[in-house]
């Protein structure tokens, strides 16, 4: 029987934690270990109060703050042969890690890397949305592919297990070994938006394959964003959408041209979801976005010229 690992990475989200943690201990599976990487403040006792006597725990606070270097370094003191990652904001159905583990064991040749569930209480895309992701290049109508130009599809949920060439990093479980081998990079910035989780799944889909349960389910309670911080995180978005076609992708001038729209497409779908968005809050958040995603794709031609 495969141990599971259990790694979360958390800053100052103490109720939220609690609340992840708590689902974790009504699993059909229990996880083998807890390990809390902290870039915040909790007090290391008051968590291990919580974790029931047959689940290891282990506490680490670090500095500075950065999600990739928190699950790399969980990933490094982890002692389970599975290693999954988990934001400190979702709740887990009772199966999830049991449905999880299953498809690793029913993987006899070992090649498959990773799994992830699937989020259940995801607000679903508009209809329109499907045409506009078609014509702007930012799906081709099959789930969780990464595209030549940088940019994927979702996911959503699929009927069944399927395979993907990524999987999101907050609710995703790999092979402790592809660790030996690879870590997930920062991107050159420190954040929670860096599109860490798809590039390095673009480099682990190489050599092995991934997979999406639709039977591990969970829900996952964002606190929302905050449009104070959205000019940055549409900077960050396209850039890092650019650095990854630069890193992985195919070259040539059709796929700089599809890279290009699947650019215009995000920040025109800004702008527009900002022109037709009825809460205040969402108009001036979309907006933001737009704004940080030209400044993102002028920095990237910028670097490039």
């Given at each position: 029987?495969?141990?599971?690992?259990?790694?979360?990475?958390?800053?100052?989200?103490?109720?939220?934690?609690?609340?992840?943690?708590?689902?974790?201990?009504?699993?059909?599976h229990l996880p083998h270990e807890v390990v809390i990487v902290d870039d915040g403040s909790l007090?290391?006792?008051?968590?291990?109060?919580?974790?029931?006597?047959?689940?290891?725990?282990?506490?680490?606070?670090?500095?500075?703050?950065?999600?990739?270097?928190?699950?790399?370094?969980?990933?490094?003191?982890?002692?389970?042969?599975?290693?999954?990652?988990?934001?400190?904001?979702?709740?887990?159905?009772?199966?999830?890690?049991?449905?999880?583990?299953?498809?690793?064991?029913?993987?006899?040749?070992?090649?498959?890397?990773?799994?992830?569930?699937?989020?259940?209480?995801?607000?679903?895309?508009?209809?329109?949305?499907?045409?506009?992701?078609?014509?702007?290049?930012?799906?081709?109508?099959?789930?969780?592919?990464?595209?030549?130009?940088?940019?994927?599809?979702?996911?959503?949920?699929?009927?069944?297990?399927?395979?993907?060439?990524?999987?999101?990093?907050?609710?995703?479980?790999?092979?402790?070994?592809?660790?030996?081998?690879?870590?997930?990079?920062?991107?050159?910035?420190?954040?929670?938006?860096?599109?860490?989780?798809?590039?390095?799944?673009?480099?682990?889909?190489?050599?092995?394959?991934?997979?999406?349960?639709?039977?591990?389910?969970?829900?996952?309670?964002?606190?929302?964003?905050?449009?104070?911080?959205?000019?940055?995180?549409?900077?960050?978005?396209?850039?890092?959408?650019?650095?990854?076609?630069?890193?992985?992708?195919?070259?040539?001038?059709?796929?700089?041209?599809?890279?290009?729209?699947?650019?215009?497409?995000?920040?025109?779908?800004?702008?527009?979801?900002?022109?037709?968005?009825?809460?205040?809050?969402?108009?001036?958040?979309?907006?933001?976005m737009a704004l940080g995603n030209v400044m993102g794709l002028l920095r990237f031609l910028l670097?490039?010229?």
């Amino acid at each position: 029987m495969n141990r599971v690992s259990v790694v979360i990475a958390t800053m100052d989200r103490e109720e939220d934690l609690k609340r992840c943690l708590e689902s974790l201990w009504r699993q059909t599976h229990l996880p083998h270990e807890v390990v809390i990487v902290d870039d915040g403040s909790l007090d290391a006792q008051v968590l291990r109060a919580l974790v029931p006597p047959e689940v290891e725990f282990q506490y680490h606070r670090k500095r500075p703050p950065g999600l990739s270097a928190s699950r790399n370094l969980g990933a490094k003191v982890a002692t389970g042969d599975l290693i999954l990652f988990l934001d400190d904001d979702v709740v887990l159905e009772p199966t999830f890690i049991e449905e999880i583990v299953k498809v690793f064991e029913e993987d006899t040749r070992g090649k498959i890397a990773g799994v992830s569930g699937v989020i259940t209480n995801k607000r679903p895309k508009p209809r329109w949305f499907k045409l506009w992701a078609r014509l702007f290049f930012l799906d081709r109508g099959r789930p969780g592919e990464l595209f030549p130009w940088g940019f994927f599809s979702e996911i959503g949920i699929p009927e069944g297990v399927v395979d993907v060439d990524w999987i999101p990093g907050g609710m995703s479980c790999f092979r402790k070994g592809v660790f030996s081998e690879l870590s997930l990079s920062d991107m050159g910035q420190r954040g929670r938006h860096g599109l860490a989780d798809v590039e390095f799944s673009w480099r682990v889909s190489r050599d092995y394959k991934l997979k999406v349960t639709p039977y591990a389910r969970l829900a996952h309670y964002s606190r929302g964003r905050d449009p104070k911080n959205a000019i940055e995180r549409g900077r960050r978005q396209l850039l890092n959408h650019g650095r990854i076609f630069l890193i992985h992708g195919e070259k040539g001038a059709g796929v700089w041209v599809k890279f290009l729209l699947a650019a215009s497409g995000l920040i025109l779908g800004n702008m527009g979801a900002s022109l037709i968005s009825r809460d205040p809050r969402e108009k001036v958040l979309r907006l933001r976005m737009a704004l940080g995603n030209v400044m993102g794709l002028l920095r990237f031609l910028l670097l490039r010229g």
